[in-house]
């Protein structure tokens, strides 16, 4: 029997401690910290950094990426390095190719469904891809894309590692990596208590990461 990869775990919108160690009882691989003022899930720079310590504290944490939208080099510069953050994931209009060019891993963020032909990888090159829907404000809205523009972009940008963005919960996890096969799934509302879009559910972060260790078969 073929030996399936386990998918890694990203759990985007972290806003409270406790929802930090709920990430590192689970084995989640890395935590967003949204530092866009318009998200429902946004942290201030101060309050991000308490909650970069507290994931890194006693060594062994997730991986801490700062999310952004359109800031300013010298904004991401500063918040990169008061964070000590292990990766960027840039959302917006703007070029990426400036803000990956000051040195920190980075995360190629693809809303939509644009034309296979159009996808090439840019440089420098990034940590990973991640495939996200088309909603206003920049995810965690529950949307998912296209699962099978998504399993056909895994295969034409290969062999960069393409993460899977968008409506995941516990409930289709299973499905989309199934049907999708990326390297890994990036979740906010789906981790998340019933309208509390602040907060996350630590039964829901336990069950995506048991999915995630465990990936169907192809």
């Known amino acids: 029997m073929a030996v399936v990869a386990r ?48 994931a890194r504290a ?40 400036p803000y990956a060019a000051l040195g920190w891993p980075w995360l190629w963020v693809v809303r939509g469904t644009p034309s296979l032909a159009s996808l090439r990888v840019p440089a420098p090159t990034p940590a990973w891809i991640l ?6 404000g920049f995810g965690g809205r529950g949307v998912t894309t296209d699962w099978a523009w ?6 034409h940008l290969a062999p960069a590692a393409v993460w899977l963005a968008g409506g995941i919960t516990p409930s289709n996890a299973a499905a989309a990596l199934a049907q999708v ?18 907060r996350k559910d630590p039964a829901k972060i336990a069950a995506l990461a048991a999915i995630c260790n465990n990936p169907p078969a192809p």
């Open 150 to 155: 998504a399993a056909a972009a895994v295969r």
């Open 131 to 136: 495939l996200d829907a088309n909603v206003p």
């Open 7 to 54: 998918a890694r775990l990203k759990i985007c919108g972290v806003t409270h401690p406790d929802d930090v160690d709920a990430c590192r009882e689970h084995g989640v691989d890395a935590i967003g910290l949204n530092l866009w003022p318009g998200s429902k899930r946004a942290v201030t720079l101060e309050h991000a950094r308490s909650l970069a310590e507290h």
């Open 58 to 97: 006693g060594g062994g944490g997730p991986s801490v990426v700062g999310v952004f939208v359109d800031p300013t080099l010298d904004e991401l510069r500063r918040a990169a390095q008061a964070l000590g953050l292990d990766a960027i994931q840039l959302h917006g209009d703007a070029s990426p190719e």
């Open 181 to 198: 096969r990326p390297a890994g799934l990036d979740v906010a509302s789906g981790a998340e208590r019933e309208g509390e879009p602040r």
